[in-house]
């Protein structure tokens, strides 16, 4: 007879689009599954293993938390997920077209220099769809639409800081908006020293805030000891970096190291940004975790919250 097959959670994490961390955290806060054990203690899935997670995944990206639904039986997560009412559906992901009419507003805003147009435009969209909604997918495609335009010549580097300067405010007023209570845990974002390219951390730093962490924003191009200290007098529970240009620091492995050894051990190191892979050694040397999307970076902050005492009502349950 044939043996069931069995996966390591480095192809699990490929399989489900999830990270090893958050498929452990699943495990060990949520019971959400339970792998076998090698005689070496290693984890290893089975199949079913691996349709749950992917399951629990989308489940949880129609506005689930992780808590509420990680012990339900399959059975009711595909009732779930079959039985989401396209209303449900709908609010949750905004026609393209309705999108694409937004981020022209705010391109022609920037285009014209006209950054009370671009605030005007953002908030309509923040008002259509909602904050993660336009971070995702009105942010962040507009900066990079700015910066092939001024790759092609058609906009110039002015257009770019109008933007920059403008998004920032609006996501400070985020920040304000939002009333953290003083039990959130603390998240310090930033960009380490010679990666000057701000425009991820501020959306890590967003997205964070919409997910009800307190925020602690450095802004760019901070070196590891400056980076130590705000999270130590934060208490902060974990530290977010985008790493984005240049991909070959020779400097930024030692600096990683630095920031790591600085940092108490309980205190996470995300890291997210399209040069991220090119550090992996060192990232994994220190135990960060690289997070390759906003939703698995969503889904990592869950694991890392404290678990809410089990009297308390969740929200949407
Ligand atoms: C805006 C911009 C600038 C601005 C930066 C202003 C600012 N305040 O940040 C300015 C004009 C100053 C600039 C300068 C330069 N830039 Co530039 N820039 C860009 C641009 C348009 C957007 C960058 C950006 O922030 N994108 C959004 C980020 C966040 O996208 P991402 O890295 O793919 O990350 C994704 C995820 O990983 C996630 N993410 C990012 N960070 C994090 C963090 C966490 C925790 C998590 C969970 C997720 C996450 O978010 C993103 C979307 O989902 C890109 C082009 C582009 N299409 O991206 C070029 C780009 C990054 N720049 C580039 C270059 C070459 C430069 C310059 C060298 C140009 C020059 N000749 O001077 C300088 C370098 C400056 C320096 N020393 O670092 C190249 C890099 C090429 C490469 N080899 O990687 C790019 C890709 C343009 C290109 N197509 O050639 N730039």
Known sequence: MKSESLFPIKAVAQRTGLTPYV?????RRYKAIAPVRTRTNRRLYSEADI????????????????GQIAQLPTEKLLAILNDSPARTRAQEVPSDSALEAHLKACLSAVERFDAEELRRALARAVVTFGWPVVIER????????????????SLRIGHEHLASAVIQA???NLERAQTSSTTAPVLVVTTPVG?????????AAAIATSEGWSVTYLGPNLPAEEIAHAAHQSRARAVALSIVYPPDDPHLPSE????????????AI?????????YADVLDRIGAVQVSDWTSFRTLLESLRPPRSANVAQPGL
């Open 23 to 27: 498929i452990r955290a699943w495990e």
């Open 51 to 66: 349709a749950r997670l992917l399951l629990l995944r989308r489940v949880k990206e129609m506005g689930y938390s992780i």
């Open 138 to 153: 009105v942010f962040l495609p507009l900066m990079q639409e700015i910066g092939e335009c001024w790759r092609e010549g």
């Open 170 to 172: 609006f996501l400070g």
């Open 195 to 203: 990666q000057l390219h701000e425009i991820g951390a501020l959306a």
């Open 256 to 267: 990683l190291e630095k920031l790591r050894h600085y940092l108490p051990e309980h205190v």
């Open 270 to 278: 995300l890291v997210g940004g399209r040069s991220a892979h090119a």
